[in-house]
């Protein structure tokens, strides 16, 4: 590990102790938070970005051209691209919402049924293969 990170709120924190122990700012969020129903909803609050490099090097090799053999190790390849136009996945879903029952109890239910296999539909069409594939597709999947 190079580096750490922290979200800091501005409009009830400066980040003083923060600079103040060799933070640095980076950037504001894009001010979204993750809804329980599978999506992201723009609260118009972005937080600041904080990092902190855990060695002298760590940043020089951080910012190189081209990261060092010890560090690529560590990437993972990228999931393919959702293939579908984003004007067609609230048809898919609403298709999933419409036509199926979810027979799961609700306690403890976090997603919505419709909403779990319009991912999984989408992953398995962009060539994901087995769960973990399709867990990185959804995670990759932008705000939008």
């Known amino acids: 590990m190079l580096a750490v990170e922290t979200f800091v709120d501005p409009q009830r924190f400066r ?3 923060y600079k103040a122990a060799g933070w640095e700012r980076l950037r504001r969020t894009q001010g979204c ?3 329980w129903q599978d999506c992201y909803t723009d609260t118009q609050h972005p937080k600041e970005i904080w990092v ?8 020089a090799q951080l910012r190189a051209p081209e990261l060092s053999a010890d560090l690529v190790e ?3 390849s990228l999931p393919p691209v959702c293939p579908v136009a984003i004007k067609q996945l ?5 298709c999933f919402r419409d036509r199926l029952s979810d027979p799961r109890k609700p306690k403890g239910k ?8 319009t991912l999984i539909a989408l992953a398995v069409v962009a060539g994901c293969k087995g769960p973990h594939a399709i867990a990185a597709f959804a995670q990759r999947l932008n705000h939008g």
Request: hydrophobic share 45%; net charge positive.
């Open 15 to 17: 980040g003083t102790s």
């Open 33 to 35: 938070q993750r809804d």
């Open 52 to 59: 902190r490099p855990l060695g002298a090097a760590a940043l």
């Open 74 to 76: 560590h990437l993972r």
């Open 90 to 94: 609230a048809s898919l879903w609403q």
């Open 110 to 117: 976090r997603h919505q049924l419709a909403s779990v296999l």
